[in-house]
């Protein structure tokens, strides 16, 4: 008995069990009634191969075009993997493996939808927990932003409105600045009682090389002057001034002159120039003796260029002989702690009488230590300014004609020996002469470039000072004087001669 002898029993047999067909085996007119198939349809179906299966079943590679030509396997059997054709039995409602068929084309039918790939449960529920998150945040931000709006005017009561900020600003009492407070009944002024006495006394000089710089508005710099009369009369110090150059003087109202130099003295760093104009304020000259140490003082000038500037201090020393930096000569200076610096040249120290006790120079201030300032006392410096207002030049000094190097420092004694390209013998002092100048007496004696003067009328003499004191002290322009002299030779041997020279007068006021 073959396979179609099972799906098609013999009709003469009496059985009343009706013939089973499949799903996909059915006509789509399912024509039934009293529970009985169309007799022609069963008929067709008894007495061939079922019908192939419907279009959307995926056959697998076991099978070709429906159940007839089915691909077997080894010794028969169906190919592994493929599901199994149905089998129908007599005694069988439903046939073997339609299950399985049936499950294949369903999985067929639905392969797109199971090929896509589903997310995993555990990233859905990341993802809905973050909204929830979003969610929740936002509705809290909302509720924050509404409870502030309805409690705000709960919390300024509590904090209480913002203070404004109070600036406590008075005046001083009536008449605080009138004159007469800034003196007392002995005449002692304040430092502001000082400073408006003095400072219409104290002018800005520029200085130009010449008359084309100052059209060009290049100075060579700016110093201080003291008023010394109504005429116009100015002192100040000799480095403020060019000796060929110009120089405009700005009083304290704005206006300014032209200033021509009557006297520059370069050994004393004191020089007066002369404006025209009429109606200035003098500054009163005090007595620089009657300076007491931690007497109080100010410095009036025009530091950097800034008029009129005023500092204050003591007297830090009385009697100071200081020299300039520009040569050896000493001045006799007081010391104090009131600031000095370029621009304050050629002005005043004042006392708190309103009296000008010095005139302050940077060319005296101390570079290697702070707090140091040196003016020129006025006692010493007001006999060089009435000479040079006489005469345009200090009269009674002399000048011998040399130029020399002495021996006040290690440093100079080395410059000495590298002239003479050897040492000095032991002990050996004097002042090495340089140079002669022809146009004096002393070119006309033995004395020779190279050679030293040891002694004058018999006192020793080792340095500029003692050399220029000791002639200072016994002769005057126009005298003769007498000297002792020394050559040294390369062996150290020293020889001595005697000279005698004649001063001449010195008006050039350059040391």
């Known amino acids: 008995m073959d396979e179609r002898d099972i799906f098609n029993p013999d009709p003469s047999e009496n059985n009343d069990q009706q013939p089973y067909s499949p799903q996909h085996e059915r006509a789509a007119d399912n024509n039934v009634s009293n529970g009985t198939h169309n007799m022609e349809q069963h008929s067709a179906y008894t007495n061939s191969t079922p019908p192939p299966p419907p279009p959307p079943y995926n056959q697998p590679n076991g099978y070709q075009n429906g159940y007839g030509q089915q691909q077997q396997g080894f010794y028969g059997q169906q190919p592994y993997g493929q599901p199994q054709r149905p089998v129908y039995d007599k005694f069988m409602y439903e046939p073997i493996g339609f299950e399985e068929l049936e499950r294949s084309q369903n999985?067929?039918?639905?392969?797109?939808?199971?090929?896509?790939?589903?997310?995993?449960?555990?990233?859905?529920?990341?993802?809905?927990?973050f909204v929830i998150l979003i969610i929740i945040s936002a509705l809290m931000a909302v509720f924050g932003i509404v409870y502030d709006i309805i409690n705000s005017d709960k919390v300024i009561e509590k904090i209480g409105s913002p203070k404004p900020v109070i600036l406590y600003k008075e005046e001083k009492p009536n008449g605080a600045n009138d004159a007469e407070k800034y003196k007392d009944e002995n005449g002692k002024y304040t430092p502001e009682g000082a400073a408006a006495l003095v400072k219409p006394s104290i002018v800005k000089i520029y200085t130009y090389k010449n008359y084309s710089n100052f059209n060009a508005k290049i100075p060579v710099g700016t110093g201080s002057g003291i008023v010394l009369n109504e005429d116009g009369y100015i002192a100040t110090n000799a480095h403020v001034l060019e000796a060929e150059g110009y120089h405009v003087v700005e009083t304290v109202d704005g206006e300014t002159y032209s200033a021509a130099v009557i006297g520059r003295d370069s050994k004393t760093d004191i020089a007066v120039v002369k404006i025209d104009a009429d109606g200035l304020t003098p500054a009163i000259l005090g007595n620089s003796d009657e300076a007491v140490v931690g007497e109080q003082v100010i410095a009036i000038g025009n530091p950097a260029n800034l008029a009129s500037t005023v500092t204050d201090g003591i007297v830090s020393a009385v009697n100071r002989k200081i020299s300039s930096d520009t040569g050896g000569f000493e001045m006799d200076c007081i010391q104090t702690n009131a600031d000095i610096s370029p621009g304050n040249s050629g002005g005043a120290l004042v006392n708190m009488y309103g009296q000008v006790i010095g005139i302050t120079s940077s060319k005296y201030v101390s570079a290697e230590f702070e707090g140091l300032g040196f003016a020129i006392t006025i006692n010493e410096a007001t006999p060089v300014i009435e000479e040079l207002i006489k005469n345009g030049y200090v009269g009674g000094r002399f000048k011998i004609g040399i130029q020399l190097y002495d021996m006040s420092s290690e440093g100079n004694i080395k410059k000495i020996q590298e002239e003479l390209g050897?040492?000095?013998?032991?002990?050996?002092?004097?002042?090495?002469?340089i140079r002669i100048e022809k146009d004096y007496d002393i070119a006309n004696t033995d004395l020779k470039e190279g050679d030293f003067i040891t002694a004058i009328n018999g006192n020793a003499v080792s340095t500029y000072h003692e050399l220029y004191d000791t002639i200072k002290s016994q002769y005057k322009a126009g005298d003769k004087v007498p000297a002792t002299c020394a050559h040294i030779d390369k062996d150290g041997e020293i020889s001595y001669y005697d000279i005698e020279f004649k001063l001449a007068e010195d008006t050039s006021g350059n040391y």
């Open 107 to 129: 999985s067929s039918n639905s392969g797109s939808s199971e090929n896509e790939p589903r997310r995993p449960k555990g990233q859905s529920a990341v993802l809905i927990m």
């Open 422 to 433: 050897f040492d000095l013998p032991k002990d050996f002092k004097g002042v090495y002469i």
